[in-house]
């Protein structure tokens, strides 16, 4: 099995900062893209950003030029910077990860979420 862990959600205040980060655990042959998907209250899933083993990153129009997706390869780790942040960004944010457990055995695993509340 593989688990992915959020850590860094909370509630902040209108342009302030948080980081999220996200470690996938268990036994794990390679890990290709990871992402951030967010689902505010009554709206659909969406994605806020996806960054490929090799540092190529994919952001959502409306959190562009203030989140940045980070992630350490070998630590099994993807990181969401989140600075300037508005009301509009409250939502439980999600892990994503494409995974192969064993050589030729993929997967797509995702967290169980953590929840983002940013007040006015």
């Known amino acids: 099995q593989v688990d992915l862990v959020e850590s860094g959600g909370g509630l902040v205040q209108a342009g302030g900062s948080l980081r999220l980060s996200c470690a996938a655990s268990g036994i794990i042959y390679s890990i290709n893209t990871m992402g951030w998907y967010r689902q505010a209250p009554g709206k659909q899933r969406e994605m806020v950003a996806t960054i490929t083993s090799g540092g190529s990153t994919n952001y959502a129009d409306s959190v562009k030029g203030r989140f940045t997706i980070s992630r350490d390869n070998a630590k099994n780790t993807v990181s969401l910077q989140m600075n300037s942040l508005k009301p509009e960004d409250t939502a439980v944010y999600y892990c994503?990860?494409?995974?192969?457990?064993?050589?030729?055995?993929?997967?797509?695993?995702w967290g169980k979420g953590t929840l983002v509340t940013v007040s006015s």
């Open positions: 994503n990860a494409d995974i192969t457990v064993v050589s030729s055995h993929y997967g797509n695993y």
